[in-house]
């Protein structure tokens, strides 16, 4: 099972929408956004292109209560971070800021740990696949980002918007 993964979007749809379609195009159903999606005008995105969206909250998302209402309408999940779930056969935990991530890593209790909030590029294997997807924006790099992940084989790579 493959799995996209983006984070701080902010409020960016042309990047967001050529991430979705990136991972339609490359066999994805569900993707995980690790905060600063911002407004909940962004979930019409997801709605769009049929993907399945998982989501934990950024430092600069807004209304949190409509968003989370916007979650729940179009039947997508939205969290506070550090969330921990189960997807196939892997565990996984997904934050924003990256207050605790060494420590979760080192923990081993996880498959893949993903973070945003840099809005820099990180991907690395160290026991635990831990992926920064970079910025969906682009806003800071100019260089808007995603990447994809292979449950099956625990692999993971970045796709250039």
Do not use: W
Not at 31 to 43: N, Q, R
Not at 98 to 118: M, R
Request: aromatic fraction near 8%.
């Amino acid at each position: 099972m493959k799995i996209g993964l983006i984070s701080d979007t902010h409020d960016d749809l042309k990047s967001c929408y050529q991430a979705c379609e990136a991972f339609k195009a490359d066999g994805v159903k569900t993707v995980l956004h690790a905060g600063d999606m911002i407004s909940p005008f962004m979930v019409p995105v997801f709605e769009q292109t049929k993907l399945k969206l998982i989501a934990v909250f950024g430092n600069n998302d807004g209304d949190k209560v409509y968003l989370s209402q916007k979650f729940q309408e179009a039947g997508f999940e939205l969290h506070p971070g550090p969330y921990e779930f189960d997807l196939g056969s892997r565990r996984i935990c997904m934050m924003h800021e990256p207050y605790c991530l060494e420590s979760l890593v080192k923990s081993a209790n996880f498959d893949l740990v993903v973070y945003g909030h840099t809005h820099k590029l990180d991907i690395r294997e160290e026991g635990t696949l831990v992926i920064n997807p970079g910025e969906g924006c682009g806003y800071l790099s100019g260089k808007p980002t995603c990447a994809v992940v292979d449950l099956s084989d625990m692999s993971g790579r970045i796709i250039d918007l």
